[in-house]
C-alpha cells in the first residue's frame, strides 16, 4: 500500500494563476479531506468528501473546490491563487468521518507570489 | 467555534520526561488524538484516547485525560532525540477533527 500519496510537493505560482494539487489513497477510505497548515496554527479543515460524489466545505473553504468521482482521488483546486493562500497542504483519508485514525499525506508546500 | 490549544514550545533534557498540555473546549468530543510530525513530512497518530477513559498507556506513552477540566496531556518518558518534533493534539466530537497549532519539542543531548 502507498497510502496517502500527494503532487506535487513544491509548488510556486503567480497571484491569479490557478493550479490543482492531486491527493490519492489506496485504502478504500470513504473518508478524505484537505487541510492547510500556517505557522503557529493548527490545521484547518478546508473541504472534504464522505464518499464518491459527496463533498461539503470545512472550516476555510474560500478560494478552493475539490471533486469526488472516485474513493481513491480527491483533488483540491485553487481557482485564483493569492499570496493568503501560501500554506502547507495536507490531505488525509480515514475509514470514517470520526473516531478513526486520519493517514496523512507527506503534503505540498505551495507559495503564491 | 470551538478550539483546542497548546503551548508552542517545550525543550527537554535527553533521558527526562516530557509532558505535553492541551485544552478544549468542545463538550462533546468523544475522541481525542496526539499526532507527531517531524520535518518535512506529514502527521503520524501516536496514540487516541476515548473521553471515557482518564489514561492511556502505550510504551513510553502516557496519555492522561481530564474531561471535567477539558484538559488532556501527553508524557513522554525517557525522552530521545529522536522524538524532537511538532505534536499536535486533535479531538473530534460532534463537529469535524480540530487541532491545536502544535508545540513544538526540542531534545537536547
Redesign the interface.
Known sequence: NAG?TQTPKFQVLKTGQSMTLQCAQDMNHEYM?W?RQDP??????IH?SVGAGITDQ??VPNGYNVSRSTTEDFPLRLLSAAPSQTSVY?C?SSYS???Y??Y????TRLTVT | ?ED?EQS?FLSVREGDSSVINCTYTDSSS??L?W?KQEP??????LT?IFSNMDMKQDQRLTVLLNKKDKHLSLRIADTQTGDSAIY?C?E??NN???????TRLTVKP
Not at chain 1, 40 to 45: A, I, Q, T, V
Not at chain 2, 96 to 102: E, H, K, Q, S, T
Request: hydrophobic share 35%; no cysteine.
Open positions: 496517502v479531506s487541510y503557529g496554527m493548527g490545521l484547518r479543515l472534504y470545512g472550516e495536507f488525509a468521518q470520526r473516531g485514525e486520519q496523512f499525506g507527506p503534503g | 467555534g483546542v508552542l468523544t475522541y488524538y499526532y518535512g513530512a506529514g502527521l503520524q497518530l487516541y499536535f486533535a473530534t466530537g469535524d477533527m480540530r487541532f491545536g497549532a502544535g
